[in-house]
Every structure is written in structure tokens, then in C-alpha cells.
């Protein structure tokens, strides 16, 4: 058996380790990819500090960009030697902290031209997650294509992104001006207002602000709608204490709530374990009528749509018409593999990511 190295989990709160992982060839609609850049994400640290979802050994890292090597049977869009980026989650053979990863052709994209890996790398996971959460969780359309002449029912209902400095708030934004939902508010620490109106927010708020949920309040103030003031949130951050608490003084009768699981009750720290909790409904006091949903988005293939077409074709148009741009990316160093995601993962916990996506290399080689 061919085996490669990879970076895993072996114990809550432990320090990663380098171990061998089976090179898998691929079959069906498989293709195995020389993995060159990923990025770290929180989920990382939920997995690493807080075991979510974990089975020991298990390798980390769900956003892969590299070159396919080898390709399956029955794959229609890929060949050998195509560049590729794409978010996979499901099995150890999958994931993205090692040097092969062998997935399915409709979990990558190919990688536009004018742009590179350690750019793409940025996008996969979040802009899969704002289209399953603004579609599934919020129930507002995003249609593909879109199509100019479309008129969107909602384009100036105001829209609550918590956390839009976050990756994922990034791309919310992007996404949902891009589709004609103009009247888009936003929270973030001050030195990043300028950047997320570039990005399509109206209105931004200082989250750490006392009174950030009567500001928001204020913002949208309009005798002519009826029903509540702000219908839609996307709280890209779900913290018991740092998000839902405020969103619960803005949510009223009918307005939904989409949160991006887990809620943290307890961060982690270099001495506190975390606490996490599954249920939003339950995590703080909602008016009467607030509907408070968890986003899952390792579902989004419930959507035969998205299944087939979102990462093959979506993101990578979204990417190259620059109707998306990357996050911006802090390239993380290290001698090796291992050293690089362990100083991810510290910096993860440090909370010392503002803005940026943590971003490092995979293997050694660029093909
Ligand atoms: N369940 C799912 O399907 C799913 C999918 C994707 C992500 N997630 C989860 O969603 C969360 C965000 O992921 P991400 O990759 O987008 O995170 P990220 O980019 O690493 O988030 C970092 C940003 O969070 C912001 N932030 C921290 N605390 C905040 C608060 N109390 N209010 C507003 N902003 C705050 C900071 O903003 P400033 O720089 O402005 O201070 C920072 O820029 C993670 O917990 C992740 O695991 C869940």
C-alpha cells in the first residue's frame, strides 16, 4: 500500500501529529489531488480542543487546492494536471491536512486562470456555506444563473450579517449584493467598516458597542414596512455571549435567524477547555415568534443543484468574473507540514485572526 503523510487530531487538546495515511486510488467520479495549500478554519479548533464530530486519529482540514494526479473512471470534468479547489469533509481519505486527498470530480473546481492556488484556497468552504444557509436556513433564493431581469423581492430587506469580517461574512456579503439584496447590515471591529461596504454592506456596526442592537434598530427604521425590523440574520459567529445575545435584542415576532453551528458557550483557550452547544432556539431568551436555526452546512448536498453544479461551476465563475473576491490570506510558515498546522492551530486559539484567512502549504512540491 502507497501511504503519504498528513496532519491529525490524535487527542482532545493534544498537539497534532504527523502520521501515514493511505493513498487512496481513485474510482467513479474520483480524482486523487497533490494537495499544495489549504487553510485552517475554527472548525479545526472545535475538532482539535473540543473533539466536535471526531474520531480519533483524524485527519484535518475540509478547503483543498493542488493538481489532480490521478482520476477515476467515470470523472466527465477533470483530467490529470488540472490546478483544483474545492471543500470536502466526509472521510479521512478526503480531507485536506495531507499530502494526497482523493475526492469526488463535483467537490473541486478548476482554478481560474488569473488567480492562484494559495488565493482560491480562501473561498471553498464559506461560499458553500452562504449558499446553503442564505437558501436553506434563511429562505431566500440565489439563483444560478442570475439573470439580470430578475427582480429580487427582498432587494431592500434589510439583512443582519453578524460577524462580517469573518471568511464567511466576507462571502455572505459578496454574494447576496451580487444577487440584488441591497439593504445589507453588518458587525465588525471598526478598522474593517471601510472594507465590507466595498463588499456591499450599507450599514456597519461595532459589535463590541453596548448598544449595538438599538443602532441596528435605528439603522432600519421604516414606517412603511410592516412586520419585524430586521427579517434575516446570518450570524457568521454563533457565540452565546459575543452574538446571539445582542441578536436577540433585534430579533422580533418573524424574524429568522440563521447560525452557524456550533454555538460556542465557552471559547478555547491556551488553559479553557470549550463549551459548545448544538441547539440556537434553546441558547438565549427569543421574543415570542423568532425562528432560530443551526446551519449545517455539510448537508448542502441535499440540493442536487448545488451537489452537482455549486463547486464544479459556481465558485470558480464567481471567483474569475470577480463577482467573489478571496479573503485575504496571512500565509502561515513552518519547516513542515505538521509545524505549519500546529502554529495555525495556535494562532486559532490566540483568536489572533482579524479579517484574514490563515493560509499555509500543504506538501513541499508545487506541481
Ligand atoms: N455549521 C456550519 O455549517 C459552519 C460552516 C462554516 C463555518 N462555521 C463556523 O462559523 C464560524 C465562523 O467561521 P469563519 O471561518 O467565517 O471564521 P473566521 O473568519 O475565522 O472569523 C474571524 C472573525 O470573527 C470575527 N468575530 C469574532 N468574534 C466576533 C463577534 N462576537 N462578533 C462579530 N464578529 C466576531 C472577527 O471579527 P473582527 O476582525 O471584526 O474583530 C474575525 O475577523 C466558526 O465557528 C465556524 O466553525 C460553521
Redesign the pocket.
Known amino acids: 500500500m502507497t501511504t503519504h503523510k498528513a496532519v491529525a487530531t490524535v487527542a482532545i487538546r493534544g498537539k497534532l501529529a504527523l502520521i501515514d495515511a493511505p493513498t487512496v486510488a481513485p474510482t467513479g467520479r474520483q480524482v486523487c489531488v497533490h494537495v499544495e495549500w489549504t487553510a485552517s478554519?475554527?472548525?479545526d479548533l472545535?475538532q482539535n480542543d473540543g473533539g466536535l464530530l471526531v474520531t480519533h486519529p483524524q485527519i484535518l482540514g475540509d478547503g483543498i487546492a493542488g493538481t489532480v494526479v490521478e482520476t477515476g473512471p467515470d470523472v466527465k470534468n477533470l483530467a490529470v494536471g488540472d490546478k483544483v479547489f474545492g471543500f470536502a469533509f466526509k472521510e479521512n481519505m478526503q480531507k485536506a491536512y495531507q499530502e494526497y486527498a482523493t475526492v469526488s470530480e463535483t467537490s473541486l473546481g478548476k482554478l481560474p486562470s488569473e488567480f492562484s492556488l494559495q488565493e482560491a484556497i480562501t473561498l471553498p468552504?464559506?461560499t458553500v456555506?452562504v449558499f446553503?444557509?442564505v437558501t436553506k436556513d434563511l429562505g431566500l433564493p440565489l439563483e444560478w444563473p442570475r439573470l439580470p431581469s430578475h427582480t429580487n423581492p427582498h432587494a431592500d430587506t434589510p439583512i443582519l450579517i453578524?460577524?462580517?469580517?469573518?471568511?464567511?461574512?466576507q462571502y455572505a456579503l459578496q454574494i447576496l449584493h451580487a444577487w440584488g439584496y441591497t439593504n445589507l447590515l453588518a458587525?465588525?471591529?471598526p478598522?474593517?467598516h471601510e472594507y465590507l461596504r466595498s463588499l456591499g454592506a450599507r450599514h456597519t456596526f461595532d459589535?463590541?458597542d453596548v448598544d449595538v442592537a438599538s443602532k441596528i434598530q435605528r439603522a432600519v427604521d421604516n414606517n412603511t414596512r410592516t412586520g419585524p425590523a430586521v427579517p434575516f440574520v446570518l450570524d457568521?459567529?454563533?457565540?452565546q455571549q459575543?452574538?446571539l445575545t445582542q441578536i436577540a435584542g433585534v430579533a422580533q415576532k418573524g424574524t429568522r435567524v440563521a447560525a452557524?453551528?456550533?454555538v460556542?458557550v465557552r471559547d478555547a483557550t491556551d488553559d479553557v477547555a470549550p463549551e459548545y452547544a448544538m441547539n440556537v432556539q434553546a441558547a438565549v431568551d427569543w421574543a415570542e415568534g423568532v425562528e432560530a436555526r443551526?446551519?449545517?452546512?455539510?448537508f448542502y448536498e441535499d440540493d442536487v443543484f448545488f451537489r452537482e453544479h455549486l463547486q464544479s461551476s459556481v465558485v470558480p465563475e464567481l471567483l474569475a468574473t470577480g463577482i467573489v473576491k478571496p479573503?485575504k490570506q496571512r500565509i502561515v510558515e513552518g519547516a513542515t507540514l505538521l509545524e505549519r498546522a500546529q502554529a495555525a492551530m495556535d494562532l486559532?486559539r490566540r483568536?489572533d485572526?482579524?479579517?484574514?484567512?490563515l493560509v499555509w502549504r500543504v506538501s513541499d512540491l508545487e506541481l
Request: glycine content about 12%.
Open positions: 478554519t475554527p472548525l472545535h468552504n464559506n456555506t446553503h444557509a453578524w460577524g462580517g469580517a469573518s471568511s464567511c461574512g458587525t465588525a471591529s478598522r474593517h459589535y463590541r457568521c459567529i454563533a457565540s459575543g452574538s452557524l453551528l456550533p460556542i443551526g446551519v449545517r452546512t455539510h479573503n486559532l483568536k485572526v482579524s479579517g484574514e484567512r
